[in-house]
C-alpha cells in the first residue's frame, strides 16, 4: 500500500496535474520523495515560492489544466500569495500543496507554526487541511475538481506530515466534470432584442471569451448588430493577431477608458465584470460604466462562454455573417533614438509565429499592443491582479506548458527585481524564454500615480521612492549568475540585433533594454500615447501610428 504522499501523487497525476512547481521544506519531504513514484510528474524546482506560485498560473493559463505548487508551510505559502492573487483575478486554476507540521507537533508551536489556513484562504476558494492518510486523497480530489471551475479557481490543500507518511493512501479518480451550462435561452433572446433595437451597444470580453472561437462567435454578433467588441483591461489570456478578430481592450487609466465607454446605451458581460478604475481618485468616479449605461450579463464565470456566444449568433441570425479579422500588418525595422516604443516596435518587426507574449512591460509597453496588432497570431498573457512579479514566473510557466512555443516576458525593471530567480528556473530547465528587461531604472508608472492622486508636490525623499537608478541593477550580470545568457542593449540597432540572436537560439535569453522612461512629461506625452494605443483611434493620432507601423 502506498504511503499517504505516494497516494496523492498518484490522484494528481491521474487528475491531470503533471507539473509540480515546487519549493520545499523539511514537512514536505515525504512528498519530494514520491515524486519518484510517478513518472508522469514534472517536477520544477523553483528559488522562491513566488516564482513557484506565478509559474502554477502560467502554465494553467496556457495548458487549460491546474499545475500544482508545494510550499512550505505559512511562510512559504505567504511568500508566494502575491502571484496567487494574481491567479485568482485571472481565474486561474492552481491547486497549492502545502506542508504542515505533524498533527502531534502542532501543540508545541514550533518555530514554523503558524496559521496556514488564515494565510491561504485569501486568494483560495477552497482550503483543506487534510486530517487522515485515508481522506487525503478524496482532499486532493476535490482541490483539483475545485480549481478546474468554471470558474478557475485556487485551491489549497494543507498536508499534515503525518498524513503524508502515514500507510493506507488509497489513490482517487475524479468524478466526471459536471456539464456547464450557458445562458438560458430567454435571457440570450433578450440580449438579442436590445441588440438589434438600434441603441450603443458593447460587449465586454473576458476569461474564456478572449480565445479564439470566442472571439469569432463575438465578432460575427459585432459585424451583424454593430455592437462594439473591447476586452478587460488585463486579460488572463487573449489570442491575437492576424486573422483573428481584433479587439479593443479597456485603458488601464479611467480617464481614458471613459472616453471608451462614453455614449453606450448597453454594456453586455461575457465572463467579464463591470468596468471600474484601478484605484480611487480623489474627485474622479471608481465605477466606469456610464451613468446611462444598462448592464446585462450574457455569460457569468459560472456559465459556458463559448455555447452562450453561439446561442447569441443563432438569435441575431450571425451564423453565415463574417467577422472582421485583423489584417496581416508589421511595423518596420525601427531605427534611431533608443526608447522603449523602439523595443515595442522590434517586437511587432520580429514577432515569430505562435509565440506567446507575458506582457509585465509596464509604461514601457505603452506601444505593444499597436505595434503586434497585425503580427503572426499569439497569446498574450498579462498582470491580472496588478501583483508585480508575475512576469518573469508566469513565462516559465508558460514555457512549460507549450515547449514548442517561443516565450517572450517584456518586464519593467521594478518588476522583474520581485522574483529574478526566475532565471535560474529557465536555465535549468532549458525553457525556450527571451526576457526583456524594460531597465528604465525607476518606479515610471508610481510618477504617474503620484500626480494623478493629487499628493501634495513630491520633495526628494518621496521622489527616492521611485527612483532606481543607483546603484544602477546589471541585469546582464544577474541573469549570467543564474546560467542565462544575457546583453545589454544601449541602442536600437543593438536591441534588433539582439532579439534576434535571441530568437532563433534555442534556450533562455535575458536582454537588459536601458531605455529612458516613457513618462517624462506626463500628462503631455503618455495620455496621447496611451490613446493613440486603442484600437478606435482619432483620426491624427492614427495617422500618427499608421506612419510609425509603415515599413
Ligand atoms: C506586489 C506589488 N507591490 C507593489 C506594487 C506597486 N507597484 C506598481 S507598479 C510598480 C513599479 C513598476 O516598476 P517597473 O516594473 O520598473 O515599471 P515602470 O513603472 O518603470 O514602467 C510598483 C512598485 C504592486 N503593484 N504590486
Not at 479587439?247 to 454594456?267: C, M, N, P, W
Request: with cysteine; proline share 7%; hydrophobic share 45%.
Amino acid at each position: 500500500m502506498p504511503n499517504g504522499a505516494q497516494a496523492l501523487m498518484r490522484t494528481l497525476v491521474d487528475g491531470g496535474v503533471t507539473v509540480c512547481f515546487s519549493n520545499p521544506g523539511t514537512s514536505e519531504m515525504h512528498f519530494v520523495a514520491a515524486l519518484d513514484s510517478a513518472p508522469e510528474m514534472r517536477a520544477v524546482l523553483c528559488l522562491f515560492e513566488g516564482v513557484a506560485t506565478g509559474a502554477a498560473d502560467g502554465y494553467s493559463r496556457m495548458a487549460g489544466k491546474p499545475a500544482a505548487t508545494l510550499l512550505h508551510l505559512g511562510c512559504g505559502l505567504g511568500n508566494g500569495l502575491a502571484n496567487l492573487h494574481n491567479a485568482r483575478k485571472g481565474r486561474v486554476p492552481v491547486v497549492n500543496i502545502v506542508g504542515d507540521h505533524a498533527t502531534s507537533h502542532v501543540g508545541y508551536d514550533a518555530p514554523l507554526q503558524s496559521d496556514i489556513e488564515t494565510v491561504a484562504r485569501n486568494v483560495s476558494s477552497w482550503v483543506r487541511t487534510s486530517q487522515s492518510t485515508a481522506a487525503l486523497c478524496r482532499d486532493a480530489a476535490e482541490a483539483i475538481t475545485t480549481a478546474l471551475g468554471p470558474p478557475g479557481q485556487v485551491a489549497t490543500l494543507i498536508l499534515p506530515a503525518d498524513v503524508s507518511w502515514g500507510e493506507g493512501g488509497v489513490p482517487v479518480q475524479l468524478p466526471p466534470a459536471a456539464p456547464t451550462p450557458s445562458n438560458t435561452d430567454e435571457a440570450v433572446a433578450a440580449i438579442a432584442r436590445l441588440l438589434r433595437a438600434g441603441g450603443r451597444s458593447a460587449l465586454l470580453l473576458g476569461g474564456r471569451a478572449l480565445r479564439e472561437p470566442a472571439l469569432v462567435a463575438a465578432a460575427r454578433v459585432a459585424a451583424a448588430t454593430g455592437a462594439k467588441l473591447f476586452a478587460e483591461v488585463f486579460p488572463t489570456r487573449l489570442e491575437r493577431g492576424a486573422g483573428l478578430p481584433p479587439v479593443e481592450r479597456i485603458a488601464y487609466l479611467a480617464e481614458l477608458a471613459s472616453v471608451q465607454l462614453a455614449g453606450l446605451d448597453h454594456l453586455i458581460l461575457v465572463d467579464a465584470k463591470a468596468p471600474v478604475s484601478f484605484f480611487a481618485y480623489p474627485g474622479k468616479k471608481s465605477y466606469l460604466v456610464p451613468d446611462n449605461c444598462a448592464v446585462h450579463e450574457l455569460a457569468s464565470p459560472q456559465q459556458d462562454v463559448l455555447g452562450s456566444l453561439e446561442k447569441l449568433v443563432h438569435a441575431v441570425d450571425a451564423g453565415a455573417t463574417a467577422p472582421a479579422l485583423q489584417a496581416p500588418v508589421r511595423p518596420g525595422r525601427p531605427t534611431g533614438k533608443f526608447t522603449a516604443d523602439k523595443v515595442c516596435k522590434a517586437v511587432g518587426h520580429l514577432l515569430p509565429g505562435n509565440a506567446i507574449i507575458v506582457d509585465e512591460a509596464q509604461t514601457s509597453g505603452v506601444m505593444l499592443s499597436a505595434m503586434t496588432a497585425g503580427a503572426p497570431r499569439h497569446d498574450v498573457l498579462t498582470l491580472t491582479g496588478g501583483a508585480i512579479g508575475q512576469g518573469l514566473p508566469c513565462a516559465v510557466g508558460a514555457a512549460i506548458a507549450c515547449p514548442d512555443r517561443p516565450v517572450l516576458a517584456l518586464v519593467g525593471d521594478g518588476s522583474a527585481m520581485y522574483t529574478i530567480q526566475a532565471l535560474w528556473t529557465m536555465a535549468r530547465e532549458k525553457l525556450n524564454v527571451v526576457a526583456v528587461v524594460l531597465n528604465n531604472r525607476a518606479y515610471a508608472i508610481l510618477n504617474v500615480e503620484l500626480q494623478r492622486v493629487g499628493a501634495a508636490e513630491a520633495g526628494p525623499k518621496a521622489k527616492g521612492q521611485l527612483d532606481l537608478q543607483d546603484p544602477a541593477l546589471d541585469f546582464v550580470q544577474m541573469s549570467r549568475g543564474m546560467g542565462v545568457s544575457a546583453v545589454r542593449a544601449t541602442t536600437t540597432d543593438e536591441f534588433v540585433a539582439a532579439l534576434e540572436a535571441a530568437l532563433r537560439t534555442p534556450g533562455p535569453h535575458l536582454i537588459d533594454a536601458v531605455v529612458p522612461s516613457a513618462i517624462s512629461g506626463l500628462k503631455l506625452r503618455l495620455l496621447p500615447r496611451v490613446l493613440a494605443s486603442l484600437a478606435g483611434l482619432p483620426a491624427p493620432l492614427g495617422r500618427a501610428i499608421k506612419r510609425k507601423l509603415a515599413p
